[in-house]
């Protein structure tokens, strides 16, 4: 168990909708980051929040957002899902921002877009 | 950004082999992370290394960052082996924060 907690772990949803996947990071980490591992793309960095404000911004699409809440937990919100937005979504976290300590990830949120 | 290179891609082992999964990465790191990825998806820290040598049971793990790679070792391997081995180095320097992952090594451990 790595401490970060991620929720729902499983959503079924269908094309043009919006849904919010949720993480909760180890206690005493201030940084959250965001990937997606899907089947074409591998593991790609979406996005990192550091204590609130977004640090690093990645390949991520502008349907999709995100935002960490002065509880440090975050959320990723993606909308008007399309089939290709199927994917593993990780959260991961660190106690700073600049990466160069272990950094521990969830156990992910499948997502599927039917 | 940096580039990252596992090899192989693919592996096939008899259960109580050893094996070697290297890393290459194209700039200087101050983090290095190998995670084992299992066939339910999660994501398992290895090890932290962004030089140097650390051991864990029947892993070990080398970083020789001047020269640009990681090695991964894995002694006596097991069925529960099995699964996506995946390096992801950060590139050290202003402006980089995340990890970078390569695409992996598909290691099969068969009985």
């Known amino acids: 168990d790595s401490g970060v907690t991620q929720t729902p772990k499983h959503l079924i949803t269908a094309t043009g909708q919006r849904v919010t996947l949720r993480c909760s990071p180890r206690?005493?980490?201030?940084?959250v980051y965001w990937y997606q591992q899907s089947l074409d793309q591998g593991l790609q960095f979406l996005i990192q929040?550091?204590?609130?404000?977004?640090?690093a911004k990645g390949n991520i699409l502008e349907r999709f957002s995100a935002q960490q809440f002065p509880d440090l937990h975050s959320e990723l919100n993606l909308s008007s899902l399309e089939l290709g937005d199927s994917a593993l979504y990780f959260c991961?976290?660190?106690?700073?921002?600049?990466?160069?300590?272990?950094?521990?990830f969830g156990e992910g949120s499948w997502l599927t877009v039917v | 950004g940096i580039q990252v290179e596992q090899s192989p891609p693919d592996l096939i082992l008899q259960e109580g082999a050893n094996s070697t999964l290297r890393c290459n990465f194209s700039d200087s790191v101050n983090n290095l992370q190998w995670f084992h990825q299992n066939p339910w998806g999660q994501l398992i820290n290895l090890f932290y290394?962004?030089?140097g040598t650390k051991q864990n049971g029947r892993l070990s793990a080398t970083t020789v960052a001047t020269e640009r790679y990681s090695l991964l070792y894995i002694s006596s391997s097991q069925t529960t082996d099995s699964g996506v081995y995946f390096c992801?180095?950060?590139?050290?320097?202003?402006?980089?924060?995340?990890?970078?992952f390569g695409k992996g090594t598909k290691l099969s451990v068969i009985p």
């Open positions: 290394i962004p030089s």
């Open positions: 992801a180095p950060k590139r050290s320097g202003a402006g980089s924060y995340q990890l970078t």
């Open positions: 206690s005493g980490d201030l940084s």
């Open positions: 991961a976290s660190s106690v700073n921002g600049r990466g160069g300590n272990t950094i521990y």
């Open positions: 929040y550091y204590n609130g404000e977004e640090r």
